[in-house]
Nanobody, 114 residues
Framework: VQLQASGGGLVQPGGSLRLSCAAS????????MGWYRQAPGEQRELIIVLTSDGTTNYADAVKGRFTVARDDAKNTVYLQMASLKPEDTATYYCGVRYDGANYWGQGTLVTVSS
């Protein structure tokens, strides 16, 4: 199982960014996945869960600003982030639980700063 997160970068407060998570060895439409983030000096936190049937659950910190979507043809999950704040600065990871084990991508850095 391999996950590849991409799309991070530097964005101004109030701006938008879209992250992608492409998978191989696992099919997102058959497994729950999550988006996580880890700010410097902080623990990794789960911000979004997307189940195989398309149910989503957002952490309060991102609810109303972040949206997750899945492209089954590409086996890719997207994280659309809007109204970004400096406190959203973190390395963002996608993860999936498959066959009893947790798998992570390498992370993509999002920096929100003017």
């Amino acid at each position: 199982v391999q996950l590849q997160a991409s799309g991070g970068g530097l964005v101004q407060p109030g701006g938008s960014l879209r992250l992608s998570c492409a998978a191989s060895g696992v099919i997102f439409s058959r497994n729950a996945m999550g988006w996580y983030r880890q700010a410097p000096g902080e623990q990794r936190e789960l911000i979004i869960v997307l189940t195989s049937d398309g149910t989503t659950n957002y952490a309060d910190a991102v609810k109303g600003r972040f949206t997750v979507a899945r492209d089954d043809a590409k086996n890719t999950v997207y994280l659309q982030m809007a109204s970004l704040k400096p406190e959203d600065t973190a390395t963002y990871y996608c993860g999936v639980r498959y066959d009893g084990a947790n798998y992570w991508g390498q992370g993509t850095l999002v920096t929100v700063s003017s």
